[in-house]
């Protein structure tokens, strides 16, 4: 016997639940990940995502040089792409420091927002992203997350080194290179 409607307090369209696609979707990045790390561990977990976000890389790469007329990002607009493209998914990325051999960006926000805490492996998807749109456009990259929401920080600090030096030797980071 199934239960009447009548019979429930509210109506299931009008409940008082934070649901939509959004929550929806970060959660379930979140649970994929968390899944991940309990069976692989947290480096092969990132190392999975971390493919995923080579191929968002490449597509955020391309609809920007589309969408500008250019074959080619030069360091200042890769830089703004970078910025940009973590303020339309509700980041709050923003430059610390530029020259010709890094980018130190900060964060204030993360677009997974509070589903991120405790899923270092997520932050593949930020390495990843950037990685490849600098790689892509300037050469090469290596990317370095210095400070992470996910490990329990206020925000971020990435570091992205666009040229091989003693400093970017020493940094514990992905390296990335033009396809």
């Not at 973590?86 to 020259?99: L, Y």
Request: hydrophobic share 40%; proline share 2%; glycine share 8%.
């Amino acid at each position: 016997m199934t239960p009447s409607t009548s019979s429930l307090a509210f109506t299931p369209g009008t409940a008082d639940i934070s649901l939509d696609r959004d929550i929806f979707l970060r959660t379930l990045v979140r649970e994929l990940a968390g899944t991940l790390e309990s069976v692989v561990g947290t480096h092969e977990a990132s190392g999975f995502i971390s493919v995923v976000g080579q191929r968002i890389g490449e597509w955020i790469d391309t609809e920007y040089r589309q969408a500008l007329g250019t074959a080619q990002l030069d360091r200042a607009q890769v830089i703004e792409v970078l910025v940009d493209l973590k303020r339309r998914i509700q980041g709050d990325f923003f430059v610390i420091e530029a020259d010709e051999s890094r980018i130190v960006l900060g964060n204030r926000v993360c677009p997974f927002a509070d589903k991120v805490i405790g899923r270092p492996s997520m932050c593949m998807m930020t390495s990843n992203v950037f990685g490849t749109i600098a790689a892509q456009n300037l050469g090469q990259a290596k990317v370095v997350l210095q400070q992470t929401i996910a490990e329990g920080s206020t925000s971020c600090r990435v570091v992205l080194y666009l040229k091989a030096s003693a400093e970017a030797d020493a940094a514990d980071g992905r390296e990335y290179f033009r396809a």
